[in-house]
């Protein structure tokens, strides 16, 4: 098949390197002869026709820029009336020979379904947690980590003042990757993750080891989607958005109220949140994302579809969309292993 027009659409949460990747599939494909069409805010814009035709003036200066020029929500075709009718009626009304969808699980996720039902769709991984399988790195990832490197480095000049514990709740639904790396690079006292239940006794003995050996402040990393042991993890609300996701925020406060209650040492607690998400992409996302970008068409002129780009050591490579979409990549424990040596 000969492909002379594509869509591109960028769904779920916002990060930094989106519109690399944008820029880098409109080029690519301008420079196959190939017309671009960008999808506005995820499967809702293929899912109501709202789109903007893509060209060298559309993508001009936004390599840089964080967020998305295509908008992006929360969109799942599958939960929308009609909406996969929808999406397969308006993928022949625009004229698509192939769809390049940029996201994270949830995004992906449907368009592997939408793949199997016969749409020519190519994935692009994107999430700052990291947790996709099949590709050693996600960009917005790199960015995430140094924001939150950076804030755990603020809050050290401060707790170190105050002789206070600082406890940073960092974002990470089911994989601590952020808090991980970040906590790491920041020499952060302890961090804690999805992946493993908090013991907050074992916490508080670490953290009071610490003080007795003249260290009068702590850092402790806490991933949003860290849980007690025993326990659920802890719900900003109980709605639960159109992928049956729910909103995670607030064991950063309960871990540092069960912190300052056992140890008698003032605490605080700083909530980095969206800050993560925002601002331009670092070097590394932003090269990551144009080779993204570039592969995902060099996949469409081959045909190649129901494919996910990937990064594999150095180099891009694609991966079953199905595959990458079937299990979360979580935090590698020998990692983890490494930043234990640093705790107390």
């Not at 016969?118 to 994935?123: A, D, R, T, V």
């Amino acid at each position: 098949m000969s492909v002379k027009k594509i869509g591109v659409l960028t769904g779920g949460g916002d990060c930094p390197g989106l519109n690399p990747t944008i820029r880098a599939i409109t080029r690519k494909a301008l420079s196959e002869g190939i017309s671009v069409v960008g999808i506005l805010n995820g499967w809702q814009g293929i899912v109501e026709q709202n789109t903007v035709d893509l060209d060298l003036k559309s993508v001009s200066g936004i390599l840089h820029k964080g967020g998305t020029i295509l908008g992006t929500s929360r969109t799942n075709p599958y939960k929308n009336e009609k909406g996969v009718e929808k999406v397969k009626k308006n993928f022949k009304v625009l004229k698509l020979d192939a769809l390049i969808a940029i996201g994270g699980d949830d995004t992906l996720g449907a368009a592997s379904k939408l793949y199997a039902e016969g749409l020519n769709i190519i994935g692009v991984p994107k999430t700052i947690d990291n947790d996709l399988s099949c590709t050693d790195f996600t960009f917005g990832f790199d960015t995430a980590v140094n924001v939150a490197t950076e804030a755990i480095d603020r809050l050290h000049t401060t707790a170190e003042s105050h002789h206070r514990i600082m406890v940073v709740e960092i974002m990470g639904r089911h994989a601590g990757w952020i808090a991980t790396y970040a906590g790491i690079a920041g020499g952060a006292d302890m961090i804690l993750i999805p992946e493993v239940p908090v013991d907050i006794n074992e916490v508080c003995k670490s953290l009071k080891k610490r003080h007795k050996r003249g260290k009068d402040f702590s850092i402790v990393v806490v991933a949003e989607g860290a849980k007690l042991k025993g326990e659920n993890p802890v719900l900003k609300k109980n709605a639960k958005d159109a992928f049956g996701n729910v909103l995670l925020g607030g064991i950063g406060h309960i871990i540092g109220k069960k912190l300052e209650e056992a140890t008698g040492f003032e605490t605080r607690v700083t909530v980095l949140g969206h800050v993560q998400r925002g601002g331009t992409p670092s070097a590394f996302d932003r090269v990551l994302a144009t080779r993204f970008g570039v592969k995902a068409v060099e996949l469409a002129l081959k045909d190649d579809f129901g494919q996910m780009v990937a990064l594999k050591g150095n180099k891009i490579v694609s991966a079953p969309l199905k595959s990458a979409v079937g299990t979360l990549k979580t935090v590698d424990m020998k990692l983890y292993e490494i930043a234990k040596i640093f705790f107390g």
